[in-house]
């Protein structure tokens, strides 16, 4: 109830600037060698537990990032060059760490989010304002579990993206099922939280989500990334538990 009242009464900027003071603060308080963040470079004795079912060592406790951010981060570094070159980049409901080292990558970069005061620009991803083929790199990481109209957002993601560009798609997934799990009886926070995992979900994808992303106009590539490291590096990193750590690479090929 606490929280809702200050959602209210204080500004989103300024919400967010005050999670981020205290976080810098709580990093302080956790220095050591036993993890390492790659999204803030800094070392710590812990990383903190993070979930409606916590996840220990999830979240640095200086910048906030979690495994799915930090893995994306070295895949972005090591596998792409989104960081050269002023790439334009469309980026949704950023993660702030990620998002700070892309700004200044590229004055073509654009975060977006459904709500004001979380990124540069309001957009709503099944209704996109922008151009046909306008960005040569997209980010949208666990988003798409929360959309209404899944197909349509996706159509949209690849709508925007260039000939020859690239998108990468992250979501929640529970490895153990195929089929993505929907319920729209399910409309309580409650309900969503029993069924879904997290009260703002609208769908737990299955092992079927790259499916789901295929269209005639892409090619769809499935990375496990972590798979790159030592057992040793993935606990010192935290690169979490895969469910929702798979990238999902999507280059728009040309139509013939």
Known sequence: MIKEILKKVIKTEFRIKIRRNIFELKGLLHKGNKFYCICCNQSFNKFLSFGNEKREDAQCPSCGS???????NYYLINETDIFFDNKSILHFAPESMLSKSLKKSSNKYLSVDIQKGYADKIEDIQ?????????????????????????????????????GAKAYILTVINLNVYETLEDSSAISDEQRLKL??????????????????????VSVKQIDYSLNFSLHDRRRFSFGNKERELIFEIEKIKQD
């Not at 979690?66 to 994306?72: A, D, H």
């Not at 109209?149 to 000939?163: G, H, M, N, Q, T």
């Not at 979900?201 to 299955?206: A, F, V, W």
Request: charge should be neutral.
């Open 66 to 72: 979690l495994e799915r951010t930090r893995l994306l």
């Open 196 to 217: 879904f995992g997290e009260k703002d979900l609208l769908r737990l994808h299955g092992t079927d989500f790259i499916e789901r992303l295929k269209r005639s106009k």
């Open 127 to 163: 209704n996109l304002t922008f151009e046909d083929c306008a960005y040569d790199y997209i980010i949208c990481s666990c988003v798409l579990g929360h959309i209404p109209d899944e197909k349509k957002a996706i159509d949209e993601l690849y709508r925007v993206l260039k000939i």
